[in-house]
């Protein structure tokens, strides 16, 4: 019973600081992002570049981008695709390895967002480098997401617009194997 809860309290922490290292990855432009909504000045057309252009991540999104079937057929996708390496099968290797990713305003991973984050000391929180490789390649493969949508108040009507947003994948190994997987898409 105790180390049941002792892991449960681990995997809390691990949800918790994977929530705050992926926002701390999202970009502010000058738009609060405590708020669900933006406010459009009154002179802004509906053609605006500066909306059509925009690359902010957003962190705090009206509506959360969603992988079409939910999280269990996310969670299903990446184990049935994921192949572990040869090298990795059958040690001792134990750890936890986040995934970060940008979902963009069409859906689809940003491939060049995806990466393993570095703690504050610059390293790298990887554990081999072949099985790093194989967890980033899943993650690059993911079909397409509902996008997140901010709404903005435009001449006091609500405008729905498709935002980029961002998740993060911890794997959690276990003696060379997938123990577990948390997901978490802002």
């Known amino acids: 019973m105790k180390k049941q809860l002792n892991k449960l309290a681990k995997t809390i922490a691990l949800v918790m600081l994977t929530a705050v290292c992926t926002t701390s990855y999202a970009q502010n432009n000058g ?45 299903q996708y990446i184990t049935d ?3 572990f390496p040869e090298s990795v099968k059958g040690t001792d290797l134990n750890g936890t390895v986040p995934v970060f990713f940008v979902i963009g305003k069409d859906g689809q991973i940003e491939p060049e967002s995806v990466r393993i984050p570095t703690d504050i000391e610059g390293k790298y929180k990887g554990l081999a480098p072949e099985l790093d490789a194989e967890l980033i390649r899943v993650v690059k493969s993911l079909p397409k997401f509902e996008p997140a949508y901010r709404h903005l108040y435009k001449y006091g009507e609500i405008e729905r ?6 998740g993060n994948v911890a794997f959690v190994i276990r003696n060379g ?8 898409i802002i």
């Open 161 to 166: 617009v498709p935002a980029r947003t961002s």
């Open 81 to 83: 695709n994921l192949v």
């Open 177 to 184: 194997q997938l123990d577990q997987l948390i997901i978490v």
């Open 31 to 75: 738009t609060s992002q405590t708020d669900e909504t933006a406010i459009v000045p009154k002179n802004a057309s509906s053609t605006d570049e500066s909306k059509d252009n925009d690359d902010t991540v957003w962190a705090n999104t009206s509506e959360k981008a969603l992988f079409p079937g939910g999280d269990s057929i996310l969670r």
